[in-house]
């Protein structure tokens, strides 16, 4: 595991990622409190974007006042 401040990490950001990518823990720090920790790319989990279609469909104003529902 290695921990390293905002500062330094700022400067050697590039060592950083190539070390978590290879499977070590990165943790940054700031005023001695982990922040942030760097993990491979792989070991993210994809999140289901929900919403896909917000703002692309159009209902109709009378939508709740229609007659006719399922039969």
Same mark, same amino acid.
């Given at each position: 595991?290695?921990?390293v401040?905002?500062?330094k990490a700022k400067g050697?950001? #590039?060592e950083l990622s190539k070390r978590a990518a290879a @499977? !070590?823990?990165v943790?940054? !720090?700031r005023y001695g409190k982990p922040v942030v920790a760097l993990v491979p790319a792989s070991y993210v989990r994809r999140v289901k974007r929900l @919403?896909?279609?917000a703002g692309k469909l159009r209902l109709? *104003? *009378?939508l709740d006042s229609? #007659? @006719?529902g399922p039969r």
């Open positions: 595991m290695l921990t401040s905002t500062h050697i950001l #590039s @499977g !070590e823990s943790f940054i !720090e @919403g896909v279609l109709p *104003d *009378d229609q #007659s @006719g």
